[in-house]
């Protein structure tokens, strides 16, 4: 619980002008950033839905709105792209052509372990190489599961990151829906105390593809959301800058990031990292304030 409050608060306290992208270093002591942002080295990003069905919403085609949330993302129009030439940057408008960011569903299924598995172990007894385990969308249906996990009751959906911080590539991407506390719609047929599925969707795909929280209010990837609001099932600009700053080179690779001394999944360390990424209910900053 306190290790997710401490993250939740520097994640608030972003400077107010806009998109974050979630990088391979913490910010200097002067809030500059620095290391890379993290991406997907390949824009294919698969994913796949839990099968089973969300309470009150049996007879919904789920898949149907995740599909749409992250065309959301993927169709994406970015006003200037930088395509490779020789390995080197050359720019080249592409207003009208899409960011090349594809989300590939999969059949839906039983999730696979959150996270990803240590598939080669060093001399020393860390692990060197770390593989996806598959990239789900979770649904919580238990008791417990958020607090047992030491998460607030009032997070209404989290995604964990799993990324190599010395190539500042995510390897591992999972989504959490907590069905068991919190009840999910289909806006505008929502009433009191239910969250709108797909711009809950919408945010955390966008956690899926390394964006950060921003300070916009009225982004998508804005940390707190309201009861029965839908207005994250639509990007602003906010969203699209960022989201064009990190998928609209064909040309990357991360050069300021750490070397590999050794690989932890599960904690935040020299090699890879794991990301928790909340999304809240407004009563936690209201309460704040």
Same mark, same amino acid.
């Given at each position: 619980?306190?290790?997710?409050?401490?993250?939740?608060?520097?994640?608030?306290?972003?400077?107010?002008?806009?998109?974050?992208?979630?990088?391979?270093?913490?910010?200097?002591?002067?809030?500059?950033?620095?290391?890379?942002?993290?991406?997907?080295?390949?824009?294919?990003?698969?994913?796949?839905?839990?099968?089973?069905?969300?309470?009150?919403? @049996?007879?919904?085609?789920? +898949? *149907?709105?995740? /599909?749409? %949330?992250?065309?959301?993302?993927?169709? #994406?129009?970015?006003?200037?792209?930088?395509?490779?030439?020789?390995?080197?940057?050359?720019p080249q408008a592409c207003a009208l052509n899409p960011l090349g960011l594809q989300l590939q569903w999969l059949p839906r299924g039983k999730p696979t372990a959150i996270g990803a598995t240590c598939t080669s172990v060093k001399s020393d007894g860390l692990c060197d190489t770390v593989t996806g385990n598959g990239?789900?969308?979770?649904?919580?249906? @238990?008791?417990?599961?958020? +607090? *047992?996990?030491? /998460?607030? %009751?009032?997070?209404?959906?989290?995604? #964990?990151?799993?990324?190599?911080?010395?190539?500042?590539?995510?390897?591992?991407?999972?989504?959490?829906?907590?069905?068991?506390?919190?009840?999910?719609?289909?806006?505008?047929?929502?009433?009191?105390?239910?969250?709108?599925?797909?711009?809950?969707?919408?945010?955390?795909?966008?956690?899926?593809?390394?964006?950060?929280h921003t300070t916009d209010l009225e982004a998508t990837m804005y940390v707190g959301a309201d009861p029965k609001e839908s207005k994250k099932q639509t990007l602003n600009d906010d969203d699209i800058s960022g989201i064009c700053h990190a998928y609209r080179t064909t040309c990357y690779a991360c050069t300021d990031a750490p070397a590999r001394s050794g690989c932890q999944a599960s904690s935040m360390g020299n090699g890879w990292s794991l990301l928790l990424l909340a999304l809240v209910w407004a009563r936690i900053r209201r309460a704040r304030n």
């Open positions: 619980m306190k290790k997710l409050v401490v993250l939740l608060l520097l994640l608030v306290a972003q400077p107010a002008t806009a998109w974050e992208q979630y990088r391979t270093l913490p910010l200097g002591d002067n809030g500059e950033p620095r290391g890379c942002g993290i991406r997907w080295a390949d824009n294919d990003v698969p994913l796949a839905l839990e099968a089973t069905p969300l309470d009150g919403l @049996e007879t919904v085609d789920i +898949q *149907a709105i995740a /599909v749409a %949330s992250g065309a959301t993302w993927q169709n #994406v129009r970015c006003g200037l792209c930088q395509v490779c030439q020789n390995g080197q940057e050359a990239n789900w969308v979770n649904i919580i249906h @238990e008791k417990g599961v958020w +607090q *047992a996990q030491g /998460v607030s %009751s009032l997070v209404v959906a989290l995604t #964990v990151l799993t990324y190599d911080r010395s190539a500042g590539e995510i390897r591992d991407a999972d989504v959490l829906l907590d069905d068991w506390g919190h009840d999910f719609c289909l806006a505008p047929d929502c009433t009191s105390g239910e969250y709108d599925l797909q711009s809950t969707l919408t945010h955390e795909f966008g956690h899926v593809l390394g964006l950060d």
